[in-house]
């Protein structure tokens, strides 16, 4: 039996797997998730998603692919989960692989060449459109935005070869500040918020009805608390109702309240996690 099983549920409700079954649809993440995909539709070229760490940028973006699975057959996507090249040669060496580009020159010319008759070929011969996602973005260089910017170049009167999407933490933005002619070509910019109280609540309560919960398992005054510790980060609440859980089992308890809260936060600190 899983662990869920033994408090009534079906499905383990506080995965950090980016399930779309789990998601809830905050007011700000709804609202970044509708936009960037209404900026895709209407072919804008480059989206910037910005948000701290465990604000649910990567879930946004996985959240997003799966629109696209059913209404979406002519979109090609291509994912970069660590954009760390040394240059701009191995950067676009992992392109030309990413893109399926079979060929052995390395001269950097030769290469862009290549990709854009890539995009040539998926745009205006096979009518696809090609959308380049990018996470962990903070950690281009200014080479590699460079590069995407030219990317960027490519399109014919009516229509951008590629399309781009950049999830980052909030540092990059001093990279943007430094080259304004990138940041100008940001069709679509956004900033995912920590949710507030009121979304904290409905997040967990969401999580917990599509695991099938029909009891409490965290009193009010419990979810106000951890909304309290959490300040609305989505990753921080699932680790710790996670870890709630594991308590109320350990403890043979079938609800977790504000003093069972209480003590997990303080045996946290006291670990400074």
Known sequence: MEYYEIIGLTKEPFSMAPDPDFFYQSRSH??????LEISLRLNRGLNVIIGDIGTGKTTISRLLLGRFVDFGKNYKFYLILDPTWKDNQEFLMYLQKLFGIKASGTLQIDMMDRIENFLIDNTLKSRKNVVLIVDEGQKMGHEQIEI???LLNFETNDKK?????????????GLLDKYENFRDRIAFG????????ED???FIDHRLK??????????????ILIYEKTKGFPRKIIVLCH?????MLTLNKKIADSSMVFERIKAADSFNV
């Not at 599509?210 to 979810?223: D, H, L, R």
């Open 30 to 35: 709804g609202e970044c998730l509708n936009r």
């Open 148 to 150: 995407i910017r030219t």
């Open 161 to 173: 070869l590629i399309q781009v999407i950049i999830l980052a933490q909030p540092e990059f933005r």
């Open 190 to 197: 956004y900033t995912i918020d920590p949710m507030d109280r």
């Open 200 to 202: 904290t609540i409905k």
């Open 210 to 223: 599509v695991a099938g919960n029909s009891e409490e398992i965290f009193t009010p005054e419990a979810k």
């Open 243 to 247: 870890t709630l859980i594991i308590d």
